[in-house]
């Protein structure tokens, strides 16, 4: 069964809890920014793995020194959905290891 989109308020009500987490209604996103580059491609890798451990996947897009991750649920039409903010928690448990701000 598909997993139901949350509204834009309760979206930005889960968004309260992740500092630097923005939405457009259609997805949530953030930016991290790095010292250098090979951590922010490492955390890449890092996010694969959670990724693939949930069954969820982001877009990511890997710059320099910043990493941006853009995520919602095809499977709910493109919405944001509590898999989004489960995954948006688990980058920001390793988010810190990797130096990322
Ligand atoms: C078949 C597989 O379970 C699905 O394609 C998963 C994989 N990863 C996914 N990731 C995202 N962001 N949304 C999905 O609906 C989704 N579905």
Redesign the pocket.
């Known amino acids: 069964m ?2 139901e989109a949350l509204s834009r308020q309760q979206t930005e009500e889960a968004l309260a809890g992740l500092p630097g987490w923005t939405t457009d209604g259609e997805s949530i996103s953030r930016t991290y920014s790095f010292a250098k580059h090979l951590p922010a491609a490492a955390m890449v890798v890092h996010v694969a793995a959670i ?1 693939e451990e ?6 990511m897009s890997l710059g320099y020194s910043k990493l941006s991750v853009t ?6 039409g493109g919405k944001v ?1 509590d ?2 903010v489960q ?1 948006a928690r688990r980058i920001e448990e390793i988010a810190p290891g990797h130096g990322a701000s």
């Open positions: 598909a997993p990724q949930l069954n969820h996947h982001s877009e995520v919602n649920t095809h499977s709910a959905t898999k989004d995954l």
